[in-house]
């Protein structure tokens, strides 16, 4: 049999490489980038992840979300989950802090500070109220009220929240907060950064807080960013 000359057989050698190279997935730069199907939403990739609980909207999946539509909760580092509004260090379980005796309402979450006790305490509170009187009285200021006479508008996730500061103390105790309310989607729902405590002289000896007032309340506005709405 007749060997083919070297030559040809560098002929064939190229057309063989040049025959794989239109084969192959592959191009100069090794594998080839995957290509969604046309059509494809290309945040469904990422919300079906395994690796990372990412939702659709590219948000981190919530620790708290009301329901199908409704207020939302992400994630904040240094904070933990709590379903209701009872503390040992803080007499106010109601569903928004200063609520009148007589107001109906749910508390639906709380991101509390890691380190709370009595000493110094901080929260992010939400409530919600379906109750025709907390609805009209939604955006009133409380007696408590400790601002401008006139509160401030702020939008929270795009829906406006009339804010105003809040504040109480008796004898060695306080409670300060930054208070935002509104009505929305036929409720009037609460937010509430509440800073409260003990004062630390009044123990013996004076007791180390674990952050400090003013620490504690910038924690909760950044906090604060993590609401966001479902519609």
Request: charged share 15%; with cysteine.
């Amino acid at each position: 049999m007749q060997m083919p000359s070297r030559n040809n057989a560098g002929l064939m050698a190229a057309a063989l490489t040049v025959l794989l190279c239109a084969c192959s997935p592959q191009g100069e730069g090794g594998a080839a980038p995957l290509v969604p199907p046309s059509g494809a939403d290309p945040g469904a990739a990422k919300a079906a992840d395994p690796g990372g609980a990412v939702t659709t909207a590219g948000r981190p999946a919530p620790v708290y979300q009301e329901g199908a539509s409704g207020i939302a909760v992400g994630p904040v580092a240094g904070t933990r989950v709590a379903h209701d509004f009872q503390r040992d260090y803080l007499a106010s379980p109601t569903w928004k802090l200063f609520a009148p005796p007589d107001s109906v309402g749910t508390p639906l979450v709380a991101l509390v500070l890691d380190g709370s006790d009595r000493l110094t305490a901080g929260e992010l509170r939400i409530g919600r109220s379906d109750d025709a009187a907390a609805i009209k009285t939604c955006l009133e200021m409380p007696a408590e009220a400790t601002g401008p006479a006139v509160a401030a508008t702020v939008d929270i996730g795009r829906v406006p929240f009339t804010h105003f500061t809040a504040g109480d103390a008796a004898m060695s105790h306080y409670v300060n907060a930054e208070s935002y309310r509104a009505v929305h989607d036929g409720g009037c729902y609460a937010i509430d950064l509440v800073v409260a405590g003990t004062r630390p002289e009044v123990y013996d000896p004076p007791r180390t807080p674990p952050f400090t007032q003013e620490g504690a309340a910038s924690r909760l506005a950044e906090a604060l960013k993590a609401v966001y709405w479902v519609e």
